[in-house]
């Protein structure tokens, strides 16, 4: 395994996180409880340090019964909370007993990093005034060690929640959206680095990458829609290219890749309910950079498209909180 430090965290990551929700959530619903545990722990056998869940994602209490047996400062763990629902925005009290909620699950009494869960741009300004200095507190409690925020990526696009919360230093940690054909966060991790912000990359490999047929689907409405070329909605495997000798192994492999050796990315999160995968991704990971050719293929094609391959997760509702 290789790690990084965390921005200014101080906190040595594994470059690979084992993602804990997306359509995966560590085989939930497909395999048994202690199943799921018991992948959570290869992947601590194999050098994966960080563990990203949150309360939305159902998996709080599996990764707290497979670190149960483990020194609490070899895993870095990550969870989050919404901060508003059907009624409203949250209270700050409100997210703080969220946050003491996911401790329970997960069988601690402290977690590392603590997420505003894909808060909007539209609510910043209520997580800075009333759900930060609570947060605060309970940093100074204990029960954290540092606030970060994610982005609502399906919703938020632009990504214009981060180009205010990377300007306000009680960010330590940001979660955004990247990949191959959706690159421009480069900005935003332009200046986390600067900046000291520790960044997780989410998206990395999701749907279009991963369901036959939808990549060479998006590619083709995109062609109509003008803002790709006709002869690439064309070809029957539009990113080939990236697999060679030299190259990429698979698209996965290249997505992986791509995202890993981003300048700024600390990170990449992956999800998963399978042992093989497991070690598939890592392995993918852990490779060296795409061949600069090919990078600079996928950023004069892709480089310019926005919201491309930002699907929700399959069991997650369009109308729950963003």
Not at 106 to 115: G, M, S, Y
Not at 164 to 182: C, I, K, S, T, Y
Not at 270 to 283: P, S
Request: glycine share 10%; net charge negative; with cysteine.
């Amino acid at each position: 395994m290789q790690y990084t430090m965390l921005g200014r965290t101080g906190l040595k990551v594994s470059v690979a996180g084992l993602g804990c929700g997306g359509n995966s959530r560590l085989g939930l619903g497909t395999l048994t409880f202690d199943q799921s545990a018991d992948l959570v722990r290869e992947a601590l056998d194999l050098g994966i340090n960080l563990i990203d869940t949150a309360v939305a994602y159902g998996t709080e209490e599996i990764v707290g019964a497979a670190i149960s047996s483990r020194p609490r400062d070899s895993v870095v763990l990550s969870t989050k909370s919404y901060i508003s629902d059907a009624t409203g925005p949250f209270s700050g009290a409100k997210v703080v007993e969220s946050l003491e909620g996911s401790l329970g699950r997960l069988k601690t009494d402290h977690v590392d990093i603590f997420h505003l869960h894909g808060l909007s741009p539209a609510l910043y300004d209520h997580a800075m005034a009333e759900i930060i200095p609570a947060l605060l507190e309970a940093k100074q409690q204990g029960k954290l060690r540092h606030i970060a925020v994610s982005e609502t990526s399906p919703r938020d696009p632009e990504h214009a929640m981060l180009a205010r919360a990377v300007e306000d230093p009680v960010w330590e940690v940001v979660m955004l959206g990247f990949h191959m054909m959706n690159q421009n966060a480069r900005p935003m991790l332009a200046r986390c680095l600067a900046r000291g912000v520790g960044t997780l990359c989410m998206f990395a490999v999701r749907n279009i990458f991963s369901r036959p047929g939808l990549l060479q689907q998006t590619i083709r409405e995109l062609s109509m829609e003008g803002k790709l070329p006709a002869a690439l909605a064309e070809d029957p495997d539009p990113l080939g290219f990236l697999i060679h000798p030299g190259g990429a192994e698979s698209l996965t492999d290249a997505a992986y890749r791509f995202a890993r050796h981003e300048p700024g990315m600390d990170v990449v999160l992956f999800g998963t309910g399978n042992r093989a995968h497991l070690k598939e991704n890592i392995a993918s990971i852990l490779r060296p950079p795409l061949p600069v050719a090919d990078v600079a293929r996928l950023g004069a094609l892709f480089g310019h498209l926005v919201g491309v391959g930002f699907d929700l997760p399959d069991h997650v509702q369009k109308a729950k909180p963003a």
